[in-house]
Each structure stands twice: as structure tokens, then as C-alpha cells.
């Protein structure tokens, strides 16, 4: 239902932009559509969230003004767009989706992808 994908090793001070491709079919169920991130040995992170039927985002202090979520409603598919990259931006990156409107964290989110990972070398 929910597919993420390009990830890649990325220099320090480079960009990248991940996609999160969903089933149309689950869409309409969706209150809100996030990114996490997970590096080895270290909890899942919130990165940030998008309010599907609102466009309304939010983000973690860490990513914020660096990242940016957006979509593209035609092909049912939200982006990560992630500039200034950092070696601590270093993890597998998951896309999630929840009908609950409020949720941030990601135990309130139900559906998830698979992850794709992203490396930043210094």
C-alpha cells in the first residue's frame, strides 16, 4: 500500500528527494501521511507529517527548514525533499499513514513502507 523509494549515498551539503508512492485504493482513508527515519541502534524517529486532505506539514526540529513534504494528488504520491545533508540525516527512511488527523507519533500510525535507506558521507 505504500511504497518508498529513493534513497542513495549522498554527499555532506547534498540533496536528495525520497517518494512515497500509495494505493489509491487506501487513499480516501488517510488523515495524515508521514516520514520517519530509523538509524542502527537508535529508536524511530519522527520527521515529519502531511495533512492529506489539508496540505497542512509539520516537522521535527532536526529537519526543519531543511526538509520539505510535499504531493503530487495525480499520482497519489508524497515527496521528501531533503537539502544540506547531514551525516546524523544517516538512516532507513520510512513513509506511514494514519486515519487519525493528530497523530505524530509513529505507534498512531497504521500503515507503513518498507523504507529506503539514505547515507551521508562527510
Known amino acids: 500500500q505504500l511504497q518508498a523509494s529513493g534513497g542513495g549515498l549522498v554527499q555532506a551539503g547534498g540533496s536528495l528527494t525520497l517518494s512515497c508512492e500509495a494505493s489509491?485504493?487506501?487513499?480516501?482513508?488517510?488523515?495524515?501521511m508521514g516520514w520517519f527515519r530509523q538509524a542502527p541502534g537508535k529508536e524511530r524517529e519522527f520527521v515529519g507529517r502531511f495533512l492529506w486532505n489539508h496540505g497542512r506539514t509539520g516537522y521535527s526540529d532536526s529537519v526543519r527548514g531543511r526538509f520539505t513534504i510535499s504531493r503530487d494528488n495525480s499520482k497519489n504520491t508524497m515527496y521528501l525533499q531533503m537539502n544540506s545533508l547531514i551525516p546524523e540525516d544517516t538512516a532507513r527512511y520510512y513513509c506511514a499513514s494514519s486515519s487519525v488527523a493528530s497523530a505524530w507519533h509513529w505507534s498512531e500510525f497504521e500503515y507503513w513502507g518498507q523504507g529506503t535507506l539514505v547515507t551521508v558521507s562527510s
Open positions: 489509491s485504493a487506501r487513499t480516501g482513508m488517510w488523515a495524515v
